[in-house]
């Protein structure tokens, strides 16, 4: 018996692995393809906590919003009810307008402190960053009491 193999026998083997590759590949390629492209959630995708929640559960209680926007109390009030503080979940942009698209006025770090003077019903909060108002994505504002 020689150790050496046919040229025949080691074509058909190349072939035999190239054949079963080539075969996986289809077969990976029918999966990406057939794969869902969506989760279907059936959650809803906010939670509505109302007062006596907040109260059951000894968490502050959320600031009632209008349909349009959420605004702090006037002026005529005490400055300690006036004003609403926030701060960033992760570093985030700070825009001169509530749009992706508008001018960055500067990028802040996480945890970064400011107040909040209107939180608005389209996903964007307006802030009061340095003596500068502006937009912050509503998801990245955490809002705090001190």
Not at 48 to 53: A, G, L
Not at 89 to 105: E, F, G, H, M, Q
Request: proline residues 5%.
């Amino acid at each position: 018996m020689s150790i050496y193999m046919k040229k025949s026998t080691i074509s058909a083997i190349l072939m035999g692995i190239i054949t079963l590759m080539s075969i996986s590949i289809c077969f990976l390629i029918f999966c990406i393809a057939t794969r869902p492209r969506y989760i279907t959630v059936t959650e809803p995708d906010s939670v509505v906590i109302t007062e006596e929640t907040a109260i059951a559960d000894n968490m502050p209680t959320i600031p009632s919003t209008s349909p349009d926007t959420a605004q702090l109390p006037s002026a005529t009030e005490p400055e300690s009810l006036t004003t609403m503080r926030g701060k960033t979940s992760t570093r985030v942009n700070i825009r001169n307008a509530p749009s992706t698209d508008a001018k960055v006025l500067e990028t802040v770090d996480e945890g970064t402190t400011f107040d909040i003077i209107e939180i608005q019903n389209n996903g964007w909060t307006k802030v009061q960053y340095q003596d500068e108002e502006g937009y912050i994505s509503s998801s990245y504002v955490i809002i705090i009491n001190e």
